[in-house]
């Protein structure tokens, strides 16, 4: 006897967003928490752009319906920014018998630019009467002729996707790449040093979408142009947070520190010295916060203060300092060009290209050392009062929380 269909999780027939994610469908027993957690996140990012409906999961997927009003694709250019997401598309949930699934299918081709399609299908209820490749076909056949399109099963300009669930179907077209990876808050906290260039961003993006919750760090030089330095991080901060719901932005006062390592650091090893500093700061930081390592945007040979030696050299003032903090460095094997096209995708270069002084220009540092010890840089800072400079940089440090600013044609491509 063959039991009735369930009812849909959804009054059916709906419309909205069709997600589909890909790392958490490997995550066996544990997968549960990271649905709960994409969920959640799927709902932020729909509040902050003011579209949320409601989200609803079904099955190995979930259905968002953005608020009336809201078109499937605004909504869309909105989740697709989600670490967790891999694929979503404006779809109709309707009932399954094939002339309610060719009707949806019909109506969502209508939407899509012009050119050939195929029609692809997925029983995830197995027990459908109808076999997956009838179901294409009978539904390919209704579109054509309602569309007077060409079918072309190898490369179509449209994909109609059909997913027969336990009560109803999911149709799906125009489905767009999301960025993949973990939801936002599965794989712990972590300060990322946010500069003004390129790197940082994209390096804080890549923890973001391994699962990571990120608080930034800027160590603000207010002797140069101050204010627009702050809007540039900020508006960088702000781009991240539509991958990352929110992220909470800490500005911290560093010209005393640079004044006193100009003043007592010889040339050569200044660069490397400051960035022993920023280190100190961002763990004491990062304590505060709750965050469990660091993120930078170095990447190997960059720039002189990159070398391996360097990198070894500036970040042993962790140990030193008894701060057992991690420090991951994301793009660490990446090229630039790589990093400035993921940079365009994430819409972060157009800021980062932003003139504004950096605040290594006022180090005045001639030839860099290339390959500097931890005994050197921590003989060549032993004077400076560190304690004194790390309390005074700290308590000027000012935290704000920064969302995403959707509006306007600000719409990122995926990296
Ligand atoms: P980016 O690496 O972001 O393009 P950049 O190349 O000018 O900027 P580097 O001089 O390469 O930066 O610095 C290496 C890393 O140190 C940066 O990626 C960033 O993580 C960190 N960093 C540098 N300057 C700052 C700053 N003022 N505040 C916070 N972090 C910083
Ligand atoms: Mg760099």
Redesign the pocket.
Known sequence: MTRPARKPPVRVPCEGVVLHYGEIGTKGANRVQFERCLEERLREALGHASMLGKVIRLGGRFLAVPREGVRAAQALDVLCCVPGVASGAPAQVVPDPLDAIAGAAVALLGTQPPGSFKVETRRAHKAYAVPSMDVSRRVGAACATASGRAVDVHAPAVVVRIEVLDGCAVVSAGSRAGPGGLPVGSSGHLLS???G????PV?AWQVLRRGARVTA???WNRTADAMAVREKVQDLARMLARSAGEVPLVLVPFEACQRAIVAGVPGPLRMLVY?RA?LRIAAALAAREGAEGLV???CLG??A??TASNLRAVQAVLAQEGQALPVYMPLSGTDKADIVAQARALGTYDI?IRPHE???AALGSQRPAKRALPEHLRRAEGALPWEQLLAQALDGATRSVERPAWGGDARPGRA
Request: proline letters at 0%; a negative charge.
């Open positions: 040093l946010l500069s260039g390129i790197d940082s390096a760090v800027h160590l960035r920023m930078t945007g170095d960059q720039v203060s990159q980062s950096d605040a290594c």
